[in-house]
Structures are given as structure tokens and as C-alpha cells.
């Protein structure tokens, strides 16, 4: 089953402006919800994680947003650079961090 | 701190055959899970082991299991390939501790083909 659900395969945007990923899951027990980038030919790398008990974390460029009433998280980069073109991922685990789940993936295009 | 290392990187096999991934996690690392990626799919969960035990495993079949060792290294089997096994087997590694956040660093992945 799709715990964690990524509903847009690609996103394209222009250099410099905002990049919104989304993502919603359907487990209620999920504490904590992370971001991976993804280069071709490479392992996922850890972006930013945010706690069920925040609304809101903030690194940088990358910003993570959670509403947990419905259940859905956001992944914002101002500005976006060509570099952060890759495919992000969405992941979801619960108090006992051994059962991490991931969504599809979207793939972020940014053109300069 | 070296990171996670994946052997073999590429993989051919055909159908029938069985194969062995090694997965080396960071070190003091006891946690490591398994990932299968194909297009489209994104990451699906295979198993995790903690100290040489298995503690959660996804949907798959019976033929993909896996192991760890004292060293906390893990190994992953696929047994009776089929072609639908095609796929990026991602390794991760974490501490394992509970109750808080526990990121993941992910190998560079092991790219297997069935012929």
C-alpha cells in the first residue's frame, strides 16, 4: 500500500522563482516526515526533516511545510537554481524509525 | 566517515539465477534497510535489519531476503530472478535509535538487470 504518495511525477520551473513539491500521506502514526534529492546514478541524499509537533523547518533555500490535519507536507525552495534539478523524494517514518516509507518521487526541472 | 558502500555497482544476471548484494553502512551505524527502485515506483521498502535481526520488511515474495552481521554489513538474496527484478537495490543506513529523528544515508545503489 502507498503510505506516501507523490501525486507529480515532474515539475518544471524557471530559475529563480519558487519550486513547490507536494506530498501527502495516509498513515496517522507517521512522527516524522523527511526530503531526498535524487542525481541520476546516485543515492538519495538527505535534504531536511521536519517533526509532527512543527508546522514549519527552514534550511537555507529549503523550507518544509506539514499539515498534519490533512496530512499532507510541502517542499519549497526559494530561489531554485538549475543544481536542484533532480528527482525529490518524500519520506514518512514512525516513533520507531524502522519503517520508513517513500513516495514516488517527483522530478524537478529547473531551467535557466 | 566513509559512507555507504554498495558492491557490486552493476549486475547482469538472467532469469533463474540467484543473486547476492553486499551493503557495508556507515560505521556505528546498526540499522540498515533495503530499497528496490524502479521507474516510476520510487523507493519500495524490501526489509530493515538492527543488530543481525530483522526488525520490518515490506511487500515483497519469499525470494528476496537478507542478513546482517555481527559488523553490522548486510547482504540481500534474490532467488528464481525474473525480469520484473530489473532495478536499483538501494542500501541505507541509520542508527536505528528510536524516538526521534532518524535519517537515513542511502548507498550508491547496486543496478541489477535479468536478461
Known amino acids: 500500500d502507498q503510505q506516501v504518495k507523490q501525486n507529480s511525477p515532474s515539475l518544471s520551473v524557471q530559475e529563480g522563482r519558487i519550486s513547490i513539491l507536494n506530498c501527502d500521506y495516509t498513515n496517522s502514526m507517521f512522527d516524522y516526515f523527511l526530503w531526498y534529492k535524487k542525481y541520476p546514478a546516485e543515492g538519495p541524499t538527505f535534504l531536511i526533516s521536519i517533526s509532527s509537533i512543527k508546522d514549519k523547518n527552514e534550511d537555507g533555500r529549503f523550507t518544509v511545510f506539514l499539515n498534519k490535519s490533512a496530512k499532507h507536507l510541502s517542499l519549497h525552495i526559494v530561489p531554485s537554481q538549475p543544481g536542484d534539478s533532480a528527482v525529490y523524494f518524500c519520506a514518512a517514518h514512525g516513533y520507531n524509525n524502522n519503517d520508513m516509507r517513500f513516495g514516488a518521487g517527483t522530478r524537478l526541472t529547473v531551467k535557466p | 566517515k566513509a559512507g555507504v558502500t554498495q558492491t557490486p555497482r552493476y549486475l547482469i544476471k538472467t532469469r533463474g539465477q540467484q543473486v547476492t548484494l553486499s551493503c557495508s553502512p556507515i560505521?556505528?551505524?546498526?540499522?540498515v534497510s533495503w530499497y528496490q527502485q524502479t521507474p516510476g515506483q520510487g523507493l519500495q521498502f524490501l526489509f530493515e535489519?538492527?543488530?543481525?535481526?530483522?526488525?520490518n520488511k515490506g511487500n515483497f515474495p519469499g525470494r528476496f531476503s537478507g542478513r546482517q552481521f555481527s559488523n553490522s554489513r548486510s547482504e540481500m538474496n534474490v532467488s528464481t530472478l525474473e525480469l520484473g527484478d530489473s532495478a536499483l537495490y538501494l542500501c541505507?543506513?541509520?542508527?536505528?535509535?528510536?524516538?526521534?529523528?532518524?535519517?537515513?544515508?542511502f548507498g550508491p545503489g547496486t543496478r541489477l538487470t535479468v536478461l
Open positions: 535489519y538492527f543488530s543481525e535481526t530483522q526488525r
Open positions: 541505507a543506513s541509520s542508527s536505528g535509535n528510536s524516538g526521534g529523528s532518524d535519517t537515513q544515508y
Open positions: 560505521s556505528g551505524h546498526r540499522s
